[in-house]
């Protein structure tokens, strides 16, 4: 079983970048481009891992921090 990460950025090459990284390192990944979609996948599902920008919309990435 791979280990799961979600990664949160609302800069769409960002995302792509850490996700295919990750990717080559047998990590599965999902993303979420702000804080509340983030915050419904986190309360969802279950993650290895949560890289996290910290300015992002609608909830911001140190709150998001905070609340996990």
Known sequence: MSAKALVVDDEPQILMIIKFALETAGITVETAS?????????????????????????????????RI
């Open 34 to 66: 702000d804080g509340a979609k983030a915050w419904e996948k986190f309360t969802t599902h279950y993650y290895d891992l949560v890289i996290l920008d910290l300015m992002i919309p609608v909830i911001s990435g140190i709150s998001l921090a905070q």
